[in-house]
């Protein structure tokens, strides 16, 4: 594809990519990426993490912290994170008349979780799944915002999530190792991640998050850049990076793998996902912000401009709907994790 346009937008070609080494306390990570393209600046703010991480040295982890949309700082006392690599590609349409139209952030994070029980170890899948939740609950679940009413006379305190998940969850096999894949779906932005998961010690993993961000004028919202924008070409390089990569355990970790592996139900392959519940608030979430940052054509400024309620609640139902993916595992047992209040 020589130049890319809005419905296929041109990003980085993998087969120009470099192939990035990580040891992690002689656990070889491996992969290729191409070389960054950052939208936004020429500062080389990007790979600068080391290709050499002691993942047992307390002090290269720091707590997990996040500032939810109505500027509330968060932090998860139980899990701590210790950045292992990241990068940034543009996405571009035709030159001029469309040009950026999104990127994508690659994160690998290693994840540290304390205050698991003795018994329990992350290479068991259901914990490993169970702690992948936390963490996205933490992060996106929790991530509330100021909602309205259509009332100018209802001045309730409303809080809305931010997104819907997980969706699609999944266990695929990626060159001899497991992994828990999903997704989220933004209800506001443009922004929304896809999160790949293993096991690296009992309490240990690795998580590699692509954070995709779609843009065109006139589609300031969740929805409407679904309609002008589509993520297949970003998801194509996610994937292209993620058959590359090769995750090898050091000996240590590699017995102890095998050895829960073995044990009854360790190896099964639970998923999850939203609930009913949850569905229909995003339903709502998401219709009531159709109208931002979007003009209907034939519309005067003042008019109403959100979408249709039916056609957002058949967009949510359709994103919901499994999406095997290849070498993915027939589906386990769904994992049913109660939502903690905030």
């Not at 999944?170 to 096991?199: C, G, M």
């Amino acid at each position: 594809m020589l130049i890319g346009t809005e419905k296929k937008p041109k990003g980085p070609k993998i087969k120009t990519g470099r192939i990035i080494e990580k040891n992690l306390s002689e656990t070889k990570l491996l992969f290729v990426a191409p070389k960054t393209k950052d939208p936004f600046s020429s500062l080389k703010n990007w790979e600068k993490e080391s290709d050499f991480l002691d993942i047992y040295d307390s002090n290269l982890f720091q707590i997990l912290e996040t500032c939810d949309k109505t500027g509330e700082k968060r932090t998860f006392a139980s899990h701590h994170v210790a950045r292992a690599y990241s990068n940034i590609w543009e996405f571009r349409g035709l030159p001029i008349l469309q040009g950026y139209c999104g990127h994508i952030i690659f994160l690998i994070d290693i994840v540290k979780v304390e205050g698991l029980p003795i018994n329990e170890s992350l290479f068991d899948n259901r914990v490993l799944a169970k702690e992948a939740y936390r963490t996205f609950e933490f992060v996106k679940l929790n991530d509330l915002h100021r909602g309205h009413s259509d009332d100018p006379l209802d001045f309730t305190p409303y809080r809305w999530p931010t997104y819907l998940g997980p969706i699609n969850s999944q266990w695929l096999a990626k060159n001899k190792r497991d992994w828990l894949y999903f997704e989220d779906q933004p209800l506001i932005s443009d922004s929304e991640t896809v999160t790949w998961h293993t096991a690296i010690d009992d309490n240990y993993y690795l998580s590699c998050s692509f954070v995709i961000s779609r843009s065109a004028r006139n589609a300031g919202n969740a929805y409407r850049i679904e309609q002008r924008v589509p993520r297949d070409n970003f998801l194509a390089l996610m994937h292209k990076i993620m058959d590359s990569l090769t995750l090898d355990l050091n000996p240590k970790a590699a017995a102890r793998r095998a050895q829960v592996q073995a044990q009854p139900g360790a190896s099964d392959k639970p998923i999850l996902t939203c609930t009913p519940e949850q569905v229909e608030e995003a339903k709502h979430v998401l219709y009531m912000w159709s109208g931002r940052g979007y003009e209907e054509p034939g519309k005067s400024r003042d008019d109403d401009h959100r979408a249709n309620p039916e056609d957002v609640a058949a967009f949510i139902e359709e994103r919901i709907k499994p999406r095997p993916l290849p070498n993915s595992y027939p589906p386990g047992e769904l994992l049913k994790l109660e939502q903690q209040p905030t």
